[in-house]
């Protein structure tokens, strides 16, 4: 896996430093290589609280006990994998946060897991050798422009129709009406939010 930066996103991360640094990230991935690499890019981004760790059944007990605002994992765990750890979040009645932003990387790229990731609740989904420029997208996205949630009878999590088009005039498949729970932008300090939130909604 590598990280390809750019010219493009060096602007954005200087003047979203402050706005990110009281972020708690946490990174699940089982290649210590890997974990290092993930931090010094979040790091880059003025995200400087990281907390690491190598499985899903830690990550678990950790978030029982540490206040996360973003969570990146890998896909293919050892014991639980990536899609496990998200539905476990999402819908274990011993769950603390099933709100938590869940950004997945993973190197299979098959349909059958990215359509997975999707229907256990994942935010968004990224395809190694990631960027650090499609990275930080995602992460500025998932926080300041989140999508809805949606509490289904099989299905807890973040709105897996990404636009609603006022012109659907087709049959509605859900067989019984879900409840929508509306998802706030995440809060910075005063200081900086106006013009944060201004530079970044999308």
Same mark, same amino acid.
């Given at each position: 896996?590598?990280?390809?930066?750019?010219k493009?996103? *060096?602007a954005?991360?200087?003047r979203?430093a402050?706005?990110l640094?009281?972020?708690?990230?946490?990174i699940?991935?089982?290649?210590?290589?890997?974990?290092?690499?993930?931090k010094?890019?979040?790091?880059?981004?003025?995200?400087?609280?990281?907390?690491e760790?190598?499985?899903?059944?830690?990550?678990?007990?950790?978030?029982?006990?540490?206040?996360?605002?973003?969570?990146?994992?890998?896909?293919?765990?050892?014991?639980?994998?990536g899609?496990d750890?998200?539905?476990?979040?999402?819908?274990?009645s011993?769950?603390?946060n099933?709100?938590?932003?869940?950004?997945?990387?993973?190197?299979?790229?098959?349909r059958?897991?990215?359509?997975?990731?999707?229907?256990?609740?994942?935010?968004?989904?990224?395809?190694k050798?990631?960027?650090?420029?499609?990275?930080?997208?995602?992460?500025?996205?998932?926080?300041?422009?989140?999508? *809805?949630f949606?509490?289904?009878?099989?299905?807890?999590?973040?709105?897996?129709?990404?636009?609603?088009?006022?012109?659907?005039?087709?049959?509605?498949?859900?067989?019984?009406?879900?409840?929508?729970? *509306?998802i706030q932008?995440?809060?910075?300090?005063?200081?900086?939010?106006?013009?944060f939130?201004? *530079?970044?909604?999308?």
């Open positions: 896996m590598s990280f390809a930066s750019g493009s996103i *060096q954005s991360v200087v979203s402050h706005a640094e009281r972020l708690n990230c946490m699940i991935d089982d290649n210590r290589h890997m974990r290092s690499l993930l010094g890019v979040l790091r880059a981004f003025g995200i400087r609280h990281v907390s760790v190598a499985d899903a059944p830690e990550a678990i007990n950790e978030l029982k006990s540490m206040p996360i605002d973003l969570l990146i994992t890998e896909y293919a765990l050892d014991t639980l994998d899609n750890l998200t539905k476990l979040i999402r819908t274990g011993d769950s603390t099933p709100l938590i932003p869940i950004i997945m990387l993973t190197g299979h790229t098959e059958f897991v990215v359509s997975r990731a999707r229907d256990v609740g994942v935010n968004e989904f990224l395809a050798p990631i960027s650090a420029e499609a990275l930080y997208g995602r992460i500025i996205g998932t926080l300041f422009n989140p999508r *809805q949606v509490k289904a009878k099989t299905y807890f999590g973040p709105d897996r129709r990404r636009r609603t088009s006022k012109r659907f005039a087709g049959t509605e498949h859900r067989t019984s009406p879900p409840e929508f729970i *509306q932008p995440w809060v910075i300090d005063d200081k900086h939010e106006s013009e939130v201004d *530079q970044f909604s999308l």
